[in-house]
């Protein structure tokens, strides 16, 4: 099976989304077809051996369709930059020949006019129609689109425009044809303003929707405004500037003080701070030395690097986040697909309503002139924009607010189920606490100076590759302690080191292999998680030095948040009980699974999950990786491992659990929203048909023009967007 994104031209409103995916997964091959209007993405997985990229262009072309080429960031955003500048002129010459129209044909029944209009009713007409046609000009695209897929059998809004304004039109030529006939009353049967004022009216708020949708996507767009556009390299023993997309695995980069590093790779030589705040969110630089690896985007803050490109173009890590964040705004939530079906359905029977309630009306004695009103207000009311908008303009600024805030969501789908999460599990090893033992405790004894039993230890332990040990060297070297060389080093395994440090015999491991009693500092260090090693010169005990995998400064804050979100939380890890249970109590979690097998993570989430639960599964290693897939939603911190990250449905940039707080956060404003969007939608169409059918006029009241039913359309798409802009004020600390 392949996935393939496409992007899809000539895409004007839900119900043209909802057709073509209708089209697409009826073709023999499609495993399945997504297609999101405000994203103008398909998403299509076939099989290859049954259906190739031809088939499935042949069908979206068959739909009335077009698969827009590969294009690159400039060519998308000139497309629609061109068309937003075509929406804007269109609309100006509509407005410019509709008002007039307008005033001229509707200031009569508002204020008296200086001239007889029986008198000139020729002339009247025939100006009306004169200010109209410039403005169905300055709409064919409606009728160009509309009847083309009416003929398809698959109407969308532009259809119901295109009949509406069509049947205005052609019956207000008859009435000019009676006027020039010699009927001077036919005038009032003239609806030139009208077809008029519907186009302006849509074209209005298409140009209004276009400008807020191009507002969702503008966390992708300041992901990419994060590249620099040229990038310094030595070619040939000189310095060349060159665009970044010619830029080449191998080729070395100069990066000067103040400039963005250009992309992925390793520092050849130099020393400088790097600020990597645009991938972890860190404010303090980072050092970085040789050897050390760089990040494209990152500014490199002091001095002059030379680094070797490693990875260019769709390969890097900036690339990789726009990547996913596009894919996740161009997914469909579950919440979605009732929205969908409605949408696929939604103009055939409107257009029904349209002419059941013409007809109805018709058989009741009403004019033609009464009849028509009613069928052109029902067609240009009933507008499923707003339904299709509804899901997916949400999605768009939710993932992108998530990226902005550095949570990566996968898809629509992660998002929503973060919204639903009751519960969060979390690995214990790189991800409550940092994953690396350091010293946390050194407790001297018979006289011996703190820094002084540090330093024998860790010049004792420099021959060792134990993490325990290593822990005491590092804790050494940053307290910029000498140390020494050690002579007849030897490592006893699961026991201890030895050696001669300047003469003297240096001991350190546990206290069986010392042989020496258990002291209660060791007892008291043990009971707290910590491993306690302790320390001999010449024999005689010099002192305790506890290591342990220390908390993460944020762990306990976020727990806490979770908690107060109505969350449970709970630890699961391979380590023993006592070190578990003691990390448990300083963070705050409410339950503890310990010394649990690599292969049985999975049982345990699975357990929880068939309590009701629905469940988040937070890790970083490959162990991690079955237990993250069983989980109702799979959290990988982003400096775990690639397994767990390609398991995970969420990523942490940052690396920190506090952003599992912002995730399902971000995931509940955000579904909220949809909802929000979904409730107007439903009820704006539910309400807005029956009133343009007539219903109020029933009980004598009034009928709907036509005209506002465009206007009240239009401004439904219009609001549903601009409610889901509003999650552009996310704030995960509120």
Not at 205 to 222: A, L, V, Y
Not at 444 to 450: F, I, Q, R, T
Not at 508 to 515: K, P, Y
Request: glycine share 8%; net charge neutral; with cysteine.
């Amino acid at each position: 099976m392949t996935t393939k994104q496409l992007r899809i031209g000539g895409m004007y409103c839900a119900a043209c989304s909802a057709n073509l995916e209708r089209v697409l997964n009826r073709r023999k091959g499609v495993l399945s077809a997504t297609v999101n209007i405000a994203t103008e993405m398909a998403a299509v997985q076939y099989d290859e051996a049954v259906i190739g990229m031809d088939g499935i262009t042949e069908a979206v072309e068959n739909a009335g369709f077009t698969v827009v080429a590969d294009e690159t960031p400039e060519q998308t955003e000139k497309r629609k930059s061109d068309h937003s500048r075509s929406l804007r002129i269109r609309l100006l010459v509509a407005m410019l020949f509709a008002i007039p129209l307008f005033c001229i044909a509707m200031g009569p029944m508002l204020f008296p006019v200086p001239i007889d209009l029986m008198a000139h009713s020729k002339a009247y007409a025939l100006i009306q129609l004169a200010l109209c046609i410039p403005v169905l000009a300055a709409g064919y695209s409606f009728y160009t689109v509309g009847y083309s897929q009416l003929f398809r059998r698959t109407p969308n809004m532009d259809s119901l425009v295109a009949i509406g304004t069509t049947a205005a039109f052609l019956y207000s030529l008859y009435g000019l044809s009676q006027v020039l006939a010699g009927n001077p009353h036919a005038i009032h049967s003239l609806y030139f303003e009208s077809a008029s004022m519907i186009i302006a009216l849509v074209l209005l708020g298409k140009t209004m929707e276009d400008n807020s949708k191009g507002r969702t996507g503008e966390s992708i767009k300041r992901l990419m405004a994060l590249s620099p556009k040229t990038a310094l390299v030595e070619r040939d023993g000189a310095e060349r500037e060159i665009p970044l997309a010619d830029v080449r695995v191998g080729d070395v980069l100069l990066v000067k003080p103040g400039a963005k590093i250009p992309t992925d790779g390793v520092v050849l030589s130099g020393e400088s701070a790097v600020d990597e705040s645009m991938l972890t969110g860190e404010s303090m630089p980072v050092d970085k030395a040789p050897g050390d690896k760089v990040t494209g985007a990152t500014i490199n803050q002091g001095g002059f690097l030379r680094v070797r490109a490693d990875r260019v173009g769709r390969d890097t890590a900036l690339a990789q986040i726009i990547k996913l964040v596009e894919d996740a705004q161009g997914s469909k939530a579950p919440i979605a697909r009732l929205a969908d079906k409605v949408a696929g359905v939604f103009v055939p029977a409107v257009m029904a309503i349209a002419l059941v309630s013409a007809i109805l009306w018709a058989l009741a004695g009403k004019e033609l002139g009464f009849v028509v009103s009613v069928f052109i207000s029902v067609l240009v009311i009933a507008c499923p924009c707003a339904l299709g908008l509804a899901t997916p303009t949400a999605i768009m600024v939710g993932t992108g607010k998530g990226a902005q805030n550095g949570v990566l969501f996968k898809d629509a789908q992660a998002l929503e189920m973060a919204s639903r999460v009751t519960a969060v599990i979390f690995d214990k090893t790189g991800t409550i606490t940092q994953g690396r033992p350091r010293v946390t405790d050194i407790l001297p004894a018979g006289g011996m100076e703190e820094a002084e039993l540090l330093r024998l230890a860790a010049s004792c332990e420099r021959g060792s590759e134990h993490p325990l040990g290593q822990a005491i060297v590092t804790a050494a070297v940053e307290r910029e302690l000498p140390l020494t060389e050690v002579e007849g080093f030897a490592s006893v395994t699961g026991k201890g080191v030895l050696g001669q440090v300047e003469g003297r015999e240096v001991k350190v491991g546990s206290a069986a292999w010392l042989e020496l009693p258990r002291t209660e500092e060791a007892d008291r260090l043990a009971a707290m998680g910590k491993t306690p090693m302790l320390v001999t010169v010449g024999g005689v005990l010099a002192g305790t030095i506890a290591v342990a995998d220390v908390v993460k400064e944020d762990s306990r804050a976020a727990i806490q948040a979770l908690e107060a979100l109505g969350v449970k939380t709970a630890m699961i890890t391979g380590d023993n009980r006592k070190t578990a249970e003691a990390i448990a109590r300083e963070v705050g979690l409410s339950a503890v699974y310990a010394e649990v097998l690599p292969q049985d993570k999975a049982r345990y989430v699975k357990e929880l999950m068939d309590q009701g639960e629905k469940v988040a599964m937070v890790g970083d290693g490959i162990n991690d990786a079955p237990a993250l897939t069983q989980a109702d939603l799979g959290v990988a911190i982003g400096s775990g491992t690639d397994v767990a990250i390609e398991a995970a449905d969420v990523v942490l940039v940052k690396s920190s659990i506090r952003d599992v707080v912002t995730a399902l956060k971000l995931g509940r404003a955000t579904i909220r929203n949809v909802r929000q969007n979904l409730f107007w939608a439903f009820c704006y169409n539910t309400l807005g048909i029956p009133v343009a059918a007539g219903l109020l006029y029933l009980f004598n009241g009034p009928l709907l023009n036509p005209m506002l039913g465009a206007a009240a359309m239009s401004l439904s798409s219009v609001s549903v967007v601009t409610n889901a802009l509003r999650l552009n004020a996310f704030d995960p600390s509120k």
